[in-house]
C-alpha cells in the first residue's frame, strides 16, 4: 500500500467542500467525530468506551463490552455509552467485508447481546496496518478525539503472524504497554481487555481460568470460519444466532460464486 501511493505524500491543512459519500448503504454509519460527541451529549453520557474490531462479534466480545459498562456504572458515571467502532477501511483479503460486519453487528443490537440504547454503532475509516504498537496508538488518539474517555484494548492489537513462521510479530502486550506510556493519551483511561473463551461447563462464553484449562475451548477464527464455510453452527451461548446466520450465509455465498 505505501509503495503503491507514488513517490509524494502531501501534508497540512486538509479542507473538505463537500462531504464523501460512498452510496453503499452504509453512508448512516460514517459519523465524524464532531457529530459523534454531539450524539454522546444528546444521550446525557458522562463516559463512553471504545471498542474497536475488524472481526465478526461473538459473545466473548460482548462479555467485555458488558462488564465495561458495569464497571463505569458502580463508579458512578451516569449512562456510559459504548462506541462500537469497526474498522471501515482496507483489512486484508480474507477478513469479512465491511458491509456483513455491519450487518452482523446490527444482529447483535436487535438479540440484545449488546443494549441497543446504550450502543453508538459508527464505522471508523481507517485502514488496518498491521503495525502492531505503533498504530494502535493512532487507533486510541482517534477515539479520545471523538469523544471516548475509555478505550479497551485487547491482546496483539493491529498485529499479525509472521507468514512463515506463524509466531506473532510484535509481542502481544506491548499495544497496551505503550498506550499506558504514550504521550498525549492522558484524558483517555485503557481498559486491558480480559482473555475470553468457551466454558464448555457452562455453555457460554465465560473469562479464562487457567487453573480450570480443560473446562475451556478456545474457538480461533480459522475454526469459526470453517464452522461457517461447512454448515456448522458453534456451540450455543458462542454468538448470537442470528448473527452467526449472517456471518454463515456470506461464507457459503463466496463458497458458491
Not at 46 to 61: K, T, Y
Not at 227 to 237: E, F, K, N, V
Not at 239 to 244: E, R, V
Request: aromatic share 10%; glycine share 8%.
Amino acid at each position: 500500500m505505501v509503495l503503491e501511493s507514488g513517490d509524494w505524500l502531501v501534508g497540512g491543512a486538509i479542507e473538505v467542500p463537500e462531504r464523501i459519500r460512498w452510496n453503499d448503504g452504509l453512508d448512516e454509519f460514517r459519523k465524524t467525530p464532531a457529530e459523534l460527541q454531539e450524539e454522546f451529549r444528546r444521550r446525557g453520557s458522562e463516559a463512553v468506551f471504545a471498542f474497536q474490531l475488524r472481526n465478526p462479534i461473538h459473545n466473548g466480545h460482548a462479555l467485555l463490552m458488558q462488564d465495561t459498562r458495569d464497571t463505569l456504572l458502580k463508579r458512578g458515571y451516569k449512562e456510559p455509552l459504548l462506541l462500537l467502532h469497526p474498522l471501515g477501511g482496507w483489512t486484508k483479503d480474507d477478513d469479512v467485508p465491511l458491509s456483513v460486519r455491519i450487518e452482523q453487528h446490527k444482529a447483535v443490537l436487535r438479540e440484545g447481546v449488546l443494549d441497543e440504547a446504550h450502543t453508538v454503532l459508527a464505522i471508523f475509516p481507517s485502514p488496518m496496518l498491521y503495525a502492531g504498537p505503533t498504530e494502535v496508538q493512532w487507533h486510541c488518539r482517534t477515539r479520545m478525539v471523538a469523544g471516548a474517555q475509555f478505550y479497551i484494548v485487547g491482546r496483539d492489537p493491529a498485529g499479525m503472524p509472521h507468514p512463515d513462521t506463524k509466531k506473532d510479530l510484535y509481542d502481544p502486550t506491548h499495544g497496551k504497554k505503550v498506550l499506558q506510556m504514550a504521550p498525549g493519551l492522558t484524558k483517555l483511561e485503557i481498559v486491558p481487555f480480559r482473555e475470553a473463551a468457551y466454558n464448555k461447563k457452562l455453555g457460554r462464553m465465560d473469562y479464562y481460568r487457567s487453573q480450570h484449562h480443560d473446562e475451556f475451548d478456545f474457538i480461533s477464527g480459522t475454526r469459526m470460519r470453517h464452522l461457517a464455510r461447512t454448515g456448522q453452527t458453534p456451540p450455543d451461548g458462542f454468538m448470537a444466532p442470528s448473527a452467526w446466520k449472517v456471518l454463515a450465509d456470506y461464507y457459503r455465498s463466496i463458497q458458491h460464486s
